[in-house]
């Protein structure tokens, strides 16, 4: 079990990869952000074919982070996302790497059984480009006296 204390500033986890295909794009997307250019595999529109919706990316990569982190800590939420950016189109066929980086750490001033983590989190395609950022608070229990 991961506890505040083992959150490091500067630290650097990789959650492993996952290849996107058109059917997952389309699936979510018919529930999620239907637009065209995310449920439409002939559309050519403003990217050039078919994209994921940047809330898949986003959703892709919190599964990678809390079954690679989250799972194994004692996690208490997070009171929300600072920063989420979608820099490049995610296109079927492409991998994509989940890692994360602890950019800085305090305990809490009201609550000494928690402090927070602020973490910039990333997806990498198969050409080593950042396709999506995420900056965001987490809660994390404190080692127990």
């Known amino acids: 079990m991961q506890y505040w204390e083992d959150f490091e500033?500067?630290?650097?986890?990789?959650?492993?990869?996952h290849e996107i295909t058109?059917?997952?794009?389309?699936?979510?997307?018919?529930?999620?952000?239907?637009?065209?250019?995310?449920?439409?595999?002939?559309?050519?529109?403003?990217?050039?074919?078919l994209i994921a919706s940047g809330w898949h990316t986003a959703?892709?990569?919190m599964g990678m982070f809390v079954r690679n982190v989250l799972l194994d800590s004692a996690s208490m939420g997070s009171p929300g996302v600072e920063e989420l950016r979608w820099l490049v189109p995610v296109r079927p066929g492409d991998v994509l790497t989940g890692r994360s980086r602890v950019v800085d750490a305090w305990p809490s001033e009201r609550d000494p059984g928690?402090?927070?983590?602020?973490?910039?989190?990333?997806?990498?395609?198969?050409?080593?480009?950042?396709?999506?950022?995420?900056?965001?608070?987490?809660?994390?229990?404190?080692?127990?006296?």
């Open 114 to 145: 928690r402090g927070t983590i602020i973490g910039e989190h990333e997806l990498v395609n198969q050409r080593g480009e950042i396709v999506m950022r995420m900056r965001a608070r987490g809660f994390i229990a404190r080692r127990p006296a």
């Open 9 to 17: 500033v500067g630290s650097e986890t990789i959650h492993g990869e």
């Open 59 to 61: 959703s892709l990569y």
């Open 22 to 49: 058109a059917d997952e794009i389309v699936r979510f997307a018919k529930e999620f952000d239907p637009q065209p250019f995310h449920v439409d595999p002939d559309i050519e529109g403003p990217f050039g074919g």
